[in-house]
């Protein structure tokens, strides 16, 4: 079974929220946008055409295209394009046409008599004189329309013709991401050949459109993970061969922990099915959380069998001792992690069930196949008591100073980080912009998609609106219009097209030909006038009505969607930058959703669902970390069963936690869609540290020095956050903000937790002794 990658933002939402099920019914209706589309650019006019026209004879002969245009057939358009004015206008237009006529018929017999004329006509009571200007924009305007060169084509070109576009849409079948992979690869190779071929430097071309911009971010997101994998592998392999002094470290540990990982990612494909932008990433994080238990336990047994012990009872205190210990910490960080399955946001619950999984595959993998590797590893020569005393890790050999000597010191300086934490934890931002938590775009696609928008005038952040019947189409119409007349103050519809303004309703369409028909007469009646432009105006004055069937396939497909689906869509354009959280709103609140004629209608947008997105994380957040605090220390009080050793444990994380949360709103990063679950797991996490250095202090009793416990078990702490600050930190290279945000704040909170475990809690250990 292979597991799959979502890049969507809407795999972040719960199942079944009502704006992703709006979006994915307007996806459907529409295809889903999907489309690839080729920019040309040259350097003299119409030749971007002809490199066009060579390209699409290639891209229609692949398998998946099912259609590819760079042009749209006009021809009804053009013919109509009086029954397509306002009737308003074509009123206006009449009356024009009926006062600028006298005067017009007089300038004509002026001009074939060669003297200024004069002409009453008594029925209508109207004068003209051939000296008198004609002041008609409308009517200069109808006469270039009607005695220009007749419109066909209208071709995806810019305005000096240097630009070319071309859109292929793929058939039924290429809906997946790795069809969708071949076809952008394939378009690129057609592209690259044409312009090989063509051997001119001026000529130049890109691939953009909504499924090559998928393919981006999927390549990022890998790209990302490959770079972020490989980094962590190698600091993480450096750092322990450096603390431990020896490369068998490396097998023991790695061993079992990419075990537990292939077992999680299992269980995530037969439960889950697919990885979300976030979850992505749990490969790199579970290889920094689940080393933990195997640190540990190596740790564990170089200590014993340096005190010159058997390899039976080092085993036996690893498994009995240490295990005990990280049995502990593997059910509470678990447990904590299952814990967000108790919240709405789908990003927090696939996260704790994944990383829950992944801790407890860990655990079972560091205690079942760990001990036998460390076996098999003595029996194969190497031998862990030969090597002098040393504490569980060397890290250079050099002695830690005891933080009990320098108490009053260390709670100053905390009380000092919590009054700090205290003034600017409320005062924490949020990412109000999308596309700072995007995969960086690559130069040639961004100046592709800027091409195309320049051409075809597109825009990403229109909301769509499916509905079932015309009526409700020119319903919801008359309804904006009123509302971008009312709406002065924060106005963000710009306009909103459907089929009604290339098909008007049948009754309207009637009032218009009659108008048309009052102009052909008087057209008639002036025909002998100019017998010329009297015959090119004649089919626009004799066409007849106008039906969606009459429509170029282009149109039919924009206002109907893919063929067979029933229904109308109607667009609505923003006038507001909506990559802005409070323009964005804005648009949400006027035109998500509205009622028309006691109907309500839903809008689908990306931005709707990311609206939706921001006010389900605010509300989530607080209860995720509440959530998980309280069920971190319900775990750790049902195993210590003891209220004054649980806040021994839970106090210097929750510390770190909420200086982190200060230092956040001091100097940010911005709290984010992508970043929040860092938060939660912090408290999970942090606490692991705590149990070990705790459980090694009782089972110590007095005569360990706390000291020396934070030079053994201490350190292995330190290499234990510090392989799993690697793990989240491997994401300050990737390409995607919202990732790098990710990586940011769990760097900034692991060293926040880890400085208080070693300098608070040994001073309340100290307290928790006398």
Not at 205 to 227: H, K, M, P, S
Request: aromatic residues 10%.
């Amino acid at each position: 079974m292979k597991i799959k990658i979502s890049t969507n933002i809407e795999a972040l939402m719960p199942e079944g929220a009502k704006s992703v099920q709006v979006l994915q019914n307007a996806l459907q209706k529409t295809g889903s946008y999907a489309s690839i589309q080729v920019v040309v650019k040259t350097d003299a006019p119409r030749k971007s055409l002809d490199v066009i026209r060579d390209i699409k004879l290639l891209i229609d002969g692949t398998d998946w295209a099912a259609s590819s245009q760079y042009f749209e057939d006009i021809r009804v358009l053009d013919e109509h394009k009086l029954l397509l004015l306002d009737t308003e206008e074509l009123l206006k237009l009449e009356t024009e046409v009926k006062e600028a006529l006298p005067t017009y018929m007089a300038k004509n017999l002026a001009e074939e008599f060669g003297a200024d004329v004069t002409i009453n006509i008594r029925d209508e009571n109207q004068h003209g004189d051939s000296r008198n200007e004609l002041h008609s924009e409308r009517i200069e305007k109808l006469r270039d329309a009607v005695s220009g060169e007749k419109q066909t084509r209208r071709f995806f070109v810019s305005d000096d013709e240097l630009t070319a576009v071309l859109i292929a849409w793929p058939g039924p079948g290429f809906e997946s991401l790795a069809a969708s992979k071949r076809m952008v690869e394939e378009t690129r190779a057609i592209v690259d050949r044409v312009i090989a071929q063509r051997a001119d430097r001026n000529v130049r071309a890109g691939v953009a459109g909504r499924i090559a911009g998928q393919v981006g971010q999927f390549d990022a997101i890998i790209n990302d993970l490959r770079l972020g994998l490989l980094t962590a592998v190698v600091l993480i392999s450096a750092l322990i061969i450096w603390s431990y002094r020896t490369w068998l470290a490396i097998p023991v540990i790695f061993i079992p922990l990419f075990s537990s990982i292939i077992w999680t990612m299992g269980l995530t494909s037969m439960t889950i099915g697919n990885l979300n932008l976030i979850t992505v990433f749990l490969t790199l994080i579970l290889f920094g959380l689940g080393i933990d238990f195997g640190i540990h336990n190596f740790s564990r047994y170089r200590e014993e069998r340096s005190r010159g012990v058997s390899v039976e009872e080092a085993i036996h205190t690893i498994l009995h001792h240490t295990g005990s210990a990280s049995f502990v910490a593997a059910t509470t960080t678990a447990t904590s992690f299952f814990a967000l399955l108790l919240t709405e946001f789908r990003a927090f619950t696939e996260f704790g069930f994944i990383a829950g999984a992944g801790i407890i595959f860990a655990f079972l993998s560091m205690y079942v196949v760990q001990p036998t590797l460390l076996v098999l590893a003595e029996n194969l020569g190497w031998k862990a008591g030969n090597s002098r005393r040393i504490q569980s890790i060397r890290m250079g050999g050099v002695q830690f100073p005891d933080p009990v000597r320098y108490k009053k010191v260390i709670l100053i300086a905390t009380g000092f980080a919590l009054f700090f934490a205290l003034v600017y934890a409320p005062r924490i931002p949020f990412e109000e912009n999308i596309n700072n938590l995007e995969a960086r775009k690559t130069p040639e696609f961004i100046e592709a998609k800027a091409a195309v928008r320049e051409v075809l005038g597109s825009s990403n952040s229109r909301a769509i609106v499916v509905v079932d019947t015309y009526e409700e189409v020119a319903a919801i119409e008359d309804y904006f219009k009123v509302k971008m007349a009312g709406d002065t103050q924060t106005p963000t519809i710009r306009k909103v097209d459907s089929i009604v303004d290339f098909v008007p309703e049948t009754q309207e369409q009637r009032l218009r030909l009659e108008v048309i028909g009052r102009l052909k007469k008087r057209a008639d009646d002036l025909r002998a006038l100019d017998p010329v432009r009297y015959e090119a105006s004649k089919p626009y004055l004799t066409a007849g009505e106008l039906s969606i069937l009459d429509l170029p396939p282009v149109l039919r497909r924009t206002y109907l969607g893919t063929d067979g689906s029933p229904g109308y869509l109607v667009y609505i354009d923003n006038a507001v930058g909506t990559s802005n959280r409070t323009l964005a709103r804005q648009f949400y609140d006027d035109a998500a959703k509205f009622e028309v004629d006691g109907k309500t209608y839903y809008s689908a947008s990306q931005d709707f669902i990311f609206v939706e997105m921001l006010k389900l994380l605010k509300a989530d957040a607080f209860k995720a970390v509440i959530l998980v605090t309280l069920t971190t220390a319900f775990v750790v009080f049902v195993f210590l069963r003891n209220f004054f050793d649980t806040l021994i444990v839970l106090t210097s994380p929750l510390v770190g936690v909420f200086v982190t949360v200060g230092i956040m709103g001091f100097v940010g990063p911005p709290l984010s869609i992508m970043n929040m679950v860092i938060l939660p797991s912090l408290i999970g996490i942090s606490v692991d540290n705590g149990i070990h250095i705790f459980h090694r202090a009782v089972s110590e009793g007095r005569t360990e020095s706390i000291n020396r416990i934070m030079n053994t078990t201490g350190r292995a702490a330190v290499l234990t956050t510090l392989t799993t600050l690697i793990g989240f930190g491997g994401m300050i290279t990737a390409s995607m903000g919202g990732l790098q945000s990710m990586a940011a704040l769990a760097i900034m909170g692991f060293l926040a937790c880890l400085t208080t475990t070693w300098f608070v809690l040994p001073i309340l250990l100290d307290f928790y002794r006398k």
